[in-house]
């Protein structure tokens, strides 16, 4: 397996066990797509260690990763809701999770339904269309208090990485 990164460029899990990839600056990685968080040794041997393992391995304080299969509209509105707490409260990333976790799960639908539109509106392109999209299905799902929408997102790492001592929060 590999992350695919703008352009053509990529990497693997070995290329982060074996230091190809440089990522002495990097302070934080988020990997928001499916199982993120695991490794499938069964289907490829070689990789024991899954993408958070390698990326703590070479060097980066603080990963965040999923454990299942996740759902674009909880994920983007968990994400943003992180992002906010970390960046802007400068939480740490773990208790910033945290945080963003309590929100989703107990936020209502017209909560939810606002936030998308607030997400939507820093788009360039078909802001209506997408946040029409993100109405329909918050209103399909109802409310995201299960936790298959909000319970699969983890942190590894340092649980106190403050990022105020580095310039850049990640890369």
């Known amino acids: 397996s590999a992350l695919y990164l703008a352009g053509e460029d990529r990497f693997t899990v070995q290329d982060l066990i074996l230091g190809t990839v440089n990522l002495a600056k990097t302070q934080m990685v988020v990997l928001a797509a499916c199982q993120t968080g695991i490794s499938d040794f069964q289907k490829i041997p070689n990789e024991v260690i899954g993408f958070s393992g390698a990326f703590m391995q070479a ?10 299969p996740v759902d674009e509209i909880s994920t983007m509105l968990l994400l943003q809701r992180f992002y906010e707490i970390y960046l802007h409260k400068k939480q740490p990333p773990a208790h910033a999770l945290q945080q963003a976790q309590y929100w989703l799960r107990d936020a209502t639908t017209e909560t939810l339904i606002a936030y998308s539109r607030k997400i939507t509106q820093y788009l360039l392109e078909d802001k209506q269309h997408f946040a029409d999209y993100c109405e329909m299905q918050i209103k399909g799902n109802g409310t995201y208090g299960h936790p298959y929408y909000w319970a699969g997102f983890v942190f590894s790492g340092w649980a106190r990485f403050n990022s105020s001592k580095c310039p850049q929060c990640f890369t």
Not at 59 to 67: C, D, E, K, Q, R
């Open 59 to 68: 060097g980066v304080p603080a990963i965040i990763s999923t454990l299942w």
